[in-house]
């Protein structure tokens, strides 16, 4: 059956795979992002995302099927926190009571491998504590040294994502409402993210080290689509709170048995 989904990130990479393999799926895809799509907005900025909100709900008649949050930076500055965390949490949160209706309501977003990276503990509290203000002052701080601080950003975002997948997914609001919660977690995805950084056999072997890749190496889009796809699908029946590492065995290579 037919459902509908809001796709944020749609305009490229993941998003663009997701919103493209959901069409040829015949369901229909609202797609969210700052340029080329249904709805255009800025996630970092707050009334945007409920700009974002009132649009969805026009569109729709006030009754959606499933979120699929993939927009994203992995840029050292401080706009990676409000597009990666806030504006992740707002979509899923604001778009939540359009899911009423449906008879199957989903819901996931993309985390990252990174998010096992090392981070910096201040700023993926500050997220965690909903402090806007208070985390975008610390990113600024971070990212005054791209190399070394600033590049602690993206994988704060990520792991302070994953943590609010978990601390959420089982609450009345999401699990008891009916709608799984779930987040996926990349490694390396050839997108235009990541292009610059895999041009070289240098660059290429030098990003394996940092994320190691033992099955198949580097992911095409459709890989994760496929995967956002089935979670946001009505199969999806009891996924609760899972980070899924779609991510060539980082995830194993790294933790081990650490989460066992
Ligand atoms: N590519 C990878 O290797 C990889 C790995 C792990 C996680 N991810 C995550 O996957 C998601 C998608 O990444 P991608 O590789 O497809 O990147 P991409 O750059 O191809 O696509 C990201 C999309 O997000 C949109 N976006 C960025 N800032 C926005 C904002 N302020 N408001 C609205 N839209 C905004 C961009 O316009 C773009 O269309 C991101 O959350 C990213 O962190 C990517």
Same mark, same amino acid.
């Given at each position: *059956?037919?459902r509908?989904?809001?796709?944020?990130g749609?305009a490229?990479g993941?998003?663009?795979?997701?919103a493209?393999?959901l069409?040829e799926?015949?369901?229909?895809v609202?797609?969210?992002?700052?340029h080329?799509a249904?709805?255009t907005?800025?996630?970092?900025?707050?009334t945007?995302?409920?700009r974002l909100?009132?649009?969805?709900?026009?569109r729709?008649g #006030?009754?959606?099927?499933?979120?699929v949050?993939?927009?994203?930076l992995a840029?050292?500055?401080?706009a990676?926190?409000?597009?990666n965390?806030?504006? *992740?949490?707002?979509?899923l949160?604001?778009?939540r009571p359009?899911?009423?209706?449906?008879?199957?309501?989903?819901a996931?977003?993309v985390?990252?491998?990174?998010s096992?990276?090392?981070?910096?503990a201040?700023l993926v509290?500050?997220?965690?504590?909903?402090?806007e203000p208070?985390?975008l002052?610390?990113a =600024?701080?971070?990212?005054a040294?791209?190399?070394?601080t #600033?590049?602690?950003?993206?994988?704060?975002?990520k792991?302070?994502?994953a &943590?609010?997948?978990?601390?959420n997914?089982?609450?009345?609001?999401?699990?008891?409402?009916?709608?799984p919660?779930?987040?996926?977690?990349?490694?390396?995805?050839?997108?235009p993210m990541?292009?610059?950084?895999?041009?070289t056999a240098?660059q &290429?072997?030098?990003?394996?080290?940092?994320?190691?890749m033992?099955?198949?190496g580097?992911? =095409?889009a459709?890989?994760?689509? &496929?995967l956002?796809a089935?979670?946001?699908?009505e =199969?999806?029946t009891?996924?609760?709170g899972q980070v899924?590492?779609?991510?060539?065995?980082?995830d194993v290579v790294?933790?081990?048995?650490?989460?066992w």
């Amino acid at each position: *059956m037919a459902r509908t989904y809001v796709v944020t990130g749609s305009a490229s990479g993941i998003g663009r795979a997701t919103a493209e393999l959901l069409r040829e799926q015949g369901h229909h895809v609202i797609g969210v992002d700052l340029h080329d799509a249904d709805i255009t907005v800025d996630l970092t900025a707050p009334t945007d995302r409920e700009r974002l909100v009132a649009e969805v709900a026009e569109r729709s008649g #006030g009754a959606i099927d499933a979120i699929v949050a993939v927009a994203g930076l992995a840029l050292p500055i401080p706009a990676t926190v409000g597009v990666n965390y806030f504006g *992740m949490v707002a979509t899923l949160e604001g778009l939540r009571p359009l899911l009423a209706g449906s008879p199957a309501p989903r819901a996931v977003g993309v985390a990252s491998m990174a998010s096992l990276h090392p981070n910096d503990a201040e700023l993926v509290d500050l997220l965690l504590a909903g402090d806007e203000p208070g985390a975008l002052a610390r990113a =600024e701080v971070l990212a005054a040294d791209p190399e070394t601080t #600033g590049a602690l950003i993206y994988g704060s975002t990520k792991a302070a994502f994953a &943590r609010w997948v978990r601390r959420n997914a089982a609450r009345p609001e999401w699990a008891g409402a009916g709608i799984p919660l779930n987040a996926v977690a990349p490694g390396v995805i050839i997108t235009p993210m990541t292009a610059a950084m895999v041009e070289t056999a240098e660059q &290429r072997t030098a990003l394996l080290e940092l994320v190691p890749m033992p099955l198949n190496g580097f992911a =095409e889009a459709i890989t994760v689509a &496929r995967l956002l796809a089935w979670l946001a699908s009505e =199969e999806n029946t009891h996924l609760c709170g899972q980070v899924v590492f779609i991510d060539g065995g980082s995830d194993v290579v790294i933790r081990g048995d650490a989460t066992w």
